[in-house]
């Protein structure tokens, strides 16, 4: 059997028979085990081995397993062998070797080659070829069919009757055509700007004698606000006055008329801030606060050992909740036996009712007599061999 490398949709048939007479052909199998060997890899247990039976009546102790593991060779082999090696309790083990090799050609067409080594290519990427040379020079041939163009000593002789989808104006042998872009940029887009042209490029010498004289005297010539004008003061600007003095206090927010005022206020509402503190009780509040500091780091050397859950005094658990969290603790006695499960046991063997000491099997019962809790088996001389135990 030979599959490709890296298919795992291929299945491998094997007969099933008997493992004593090695000739009853076996019906009905399942829980097969699969060893599989790559090129002369470990042996390895199948993870999911898929095995199927074909036909108990038509095809007795015939069965498919499918090879969807382990199926890429290594990148530098053209082939690997794999063995496989199946059992199952009842059937005689089967051995079975397949081939994965890599393919040369991909699953599709079928490529053609003559006795000279000549490959004939029906299409190229799907597309299919008609009889014309493709070399590693492709000739045009000229002429004014569909598909073809007038060439003449290799210069293209092409009549242009659109550009961009706009019609050239053939009267006067100019391009008629609409410019939407400049350098990329969208015209009307917004994004076309002072900053867009080079620095100096726009000057009064770029435009006609009094060209910018005519804008001036037909516009609107109204200054607004935040518009960039350096004044000096006194210049007589007509509409700007200078600010007196309330003006000025008033552009600063000084209520009072002197700033000897505004310092004797600042004074009284320090005093009456004073009085609501009170006297500090060391040499200045300052100091107060430095001792408040000193006793809140001590309390936090203390506090940040806490840990951080319970987070409430609600979330302290009970007498009851530590009883339970001890009793279930896993593997609180030995690996997977809690103490819960232990005393229910213990219970058992030293309180509850027990029956066939004197015989192979002794069983004890747990102290409400509902259910076998321990089930040894004993020799003669009531040494335990084999012991069952029933913990829940």
Known sequence: M???????D??????????????????????????RSRNGGTATVYTTPTVTELSAANMPGVYSLLIDEDTTIASTSD???????????????????????????????????????????????????????????????????????????GVVAANTTQIAGAAVNTSS???????VNAGGTAWNSGAITANTFAAGAITAAKFAANALDAVWSTATRVLTAGTNIVLAKGTGVT???????????????????????????????????????????????????????SDTA?????????PAAPAAVGDIPTANQNADALLDRASGIEPGLTPRQGWRLWSAALLG??????????????????KDRINASVDQDGNRLAVILDAS
Do not use: C
């Open 298 to 306: 001590a309390i936090r050397a203390k506090t940040d050992n806490l």
């Open 79 to 153: 082939a690997e062998e794999q063995v496989l090696h199946i059992t199952q309790a009842s059937m005689a083990p089967v051995t079975r070797v397949i081939e994965l090799f890599r393919r040369d050609t991909t699953t599709g067409r079928t490529a053609t080659v003559d006795a000279s080594g000549r490959v004939d290519v029906g299409s190229i990427s799907g597309t299919a070829q008609t009889a014309r040379d493709i070399g590693a020079s492709v000739l045009l041939s000229s002429g004014t069919g569909t598909g073809q163009v007038s060439l003449t000593a």
């Open 10 to 35: 291929q299945v491998i048939y094997f007969v099933a028979v008997d493992s004593v007479d090695l000739t009853t052909r076996k019906t009905g199998l399942t829980s097969f085990t699969v060893y």
């Open 2 to 8: 030979r599959i490709p490398s890296g298919k795992i």
């Open 239 to 293: 509409g700007f006055n200078d600010l007196d003095a309330p003006g000025v206090r008033a552009a600063v927010g000084m209520a009072s008329a002197n700033l000897d005022t505004q310092l004797s206020t600042l004074a009284t509402n320090d005093t009456a801030i004073s009085n609501k503190l009170g006297a500090p009780a060391g040499a200045s509040v300052s100091a107060d606060i430095a001792a408040v500091k």
């Open 173 to 179: 042998a100019q391009l008629g055509v609409n410019v």
């Open 353 to 370: 009712k027990a029956n066939g000491l004197g015989t192979g099997t002794a069983i004890f019962r747990d102290t409400n007599d509902t």
